[in-house]
Structures are given as structure tokens and as C-alpha cells.
T-cell receptor
Framework: DAKTTQPNSMESNEEEPVHLPCNHSTISGTDYIHWYRQLPSQGPEYVIHGLTSNVNNRMASLAIAEDRKSSTLILHRATLRDAAVYYCVEYNNAGNMLTFGGGTRLMVKP | DADVTQTPRNRITKTGKRIMLECSQTKGHDRMYWYRQDPGLGLRLIYYSFDVKDINKGEISDGYSVSRQAQAKFSLSLESAIPNQTALYFC?????????????FGSGTRLTVV
């Protein structure tokens, strides 16, 4: 069973910030939170990951709740090219594998 | 050239046929994975390999087998294809840190079993 819970879909306006939520209430203390996105007809693409602290990179920011039971992927200015399915994924450090949930389909309106 | 290359990109096969999907990578990664994606769903792990001599079953390995021919090559076989194996198949790689630098996925193979 998927260990993460995300909204099925979200909508955003172009050039506005987008906050994509994820619940991972059963995450263990050593498991990382990864985010991937999948553009149409492509394989998933790594976006960002974190363990406890908030993280920033050129693509996005990741805000992790203090209790680690939830996180939020932040796209600072959505573009039409950001329309994709975004997956919040637990990385099991012990088994060294990703477990995907259903993802959030992000639609960006011009 | 892509870091992770999957062949073929599309394949239609008949029920009962044996089919092989191939994956090669230029990342120099030790770890390779095969995932399956059904419409509207996330990815599920079929098999994974942490090095050439290591093969492990994932959550949905029944009906599939794999071969790690070299560090750069990892193939997935369907011994006797059935219609419910119609899906999108992805190969992925990671270095030994796996969780630290993320996975790299191929573009997928769309398999249809009729």
C-alpha cells in the first residue's frame, strides 16, 4: 500500500506560487521524502528531497513539518511547463527503495 | 543521448509470447530498477539490482524475470505475457546513496498484450 497521501489534482494560475501537500504519517525516522514529477509521455524526473530540514534547489522548495508527518512542495512561480503529475515518495533507507503513491496532477492555467 | 535508454519504446505482443524489455544506462550507477505504471496510478517496483550479482524481487514480481548482464544493462522478461501485464514499464538507476541524489528514470516502454 502507498505510504503517502496526496490530492488527486490541483489547479494553479501561471506565474503564481503552488503548494503541493503530502501526508506521510507513518514515515520512519530515517526515511527520506522525495518528490518526482512526470511530464506527459515521459518517465518521472527527480525534483527534490529532504529528511528533516527545509530544502531549496533551482526547481522547487520542500517544506517538511516538524513532526515529519507531512511535507509541501513549493513551486515559486508556476509555468505552463510545470503541468505534470507530482509524486511524493518515501525513500526507505533500510531497503534502499522508493515507494510511490498516486500523485497529484497539477494543471496550470494561462 | 539519454542517460537511461529503454528499448523498445512501444511493443504490442500476443498472449503467451515471451518478451524482453531492455534498459541501458550511461550514468555509471550500480543500482538499477524496473517499475510498472498502470493508467492513473503510481509506479510499482517489479525487480531491483544493486550490482551485477544482486537481484531482488519487488512488490509485484510474479510473471516477470530479470537479468543484469552488466553494470550498465538490466533487462526485464515476461515469460508468458498476459493481457493484465499491459502497462507502461520504467527502468531507473541510482548510485549507492540512492536516497541522497535521487533516481534517474528512462522514458518508458509502453507494452500492450492482446
Amino acid at each position: 500500500d502507498a505510504k503517502t497521501t496526496q490530492p488527486n489534482s490541483m489547479e494553479s494560475n501561471e506565474e503564481e506560487p503552488v503548494h503541493l501537500p503530502c501526508n506521510h504519517s507513518t514515515i520512519s525516522g530515517t526515511d527520506y521524502i522525495h518528490w518526482y514529477r512526470q511530464l506527459p509521455s515521459q518517465g518521472p524526473e527527480y525534483v527534490i528531497h529532504g529528511l528533516t530540514s527545509n530544502v531549496n534547489n533551482r526547481m522547487a522548495s520542500l517544506a517538511i513539518a516538524e513532526d515529519r508527518k507531512s511535507s509541501t512542495l513549493i513551486l515559486h512561480r508556476a509555468t505552463l511547463r510545470d503541468a505534470a503529475v507530482y509524486y511524493c515518495v518515501e525513500y526507505n533507507n533500510a531497503g534502499n527503495m522508493l515507494t510511490f503513491g498516486g500523485g497529484t496532477r497539477l494543471m496550470v492555467k494561462p | 543521448d539519454a542517460d537511461v535508454t529503454q528499448t523498445p519504446r512501444n511493443r504490442i505482443t500476443k498472449t503467451g509470447k515471451r518478451i524482453m524489455l531492455e534498459c541501458s544506462q550511461t550514468k555509471g550507477h550500480d543500482r538499477m530498477y524496473w517499475y510498472r505504471q498502470d493508467p492513473g496510478l503510481g509506479l510499482r517496483l517489479i525487480y531491483y539490482s544493486f550490482d551485477v550479482k544482486d537481484i531482488n524481487k519487488g512488490e509485484i514480481s510474479d510473471g516477470y524475470s530479470v537479468s543484469r548482464q552488466a553494470q550498465a544493462k538490466f533487462s526485464l522478461s515476461l515469460e508468458s505475457a498476459i493481457p493484465n501485464q499491459t502497462a507502461l514499464y520504467f527502468c531507473a538507476t541510482s548510485d549507492s546513496t540512492g536516497g541522497y541524489r535521487g533516481y534517474t528514470f528512462g522514458s518508458g516502454t509502453r507494452l500492450t498484450v492482446v
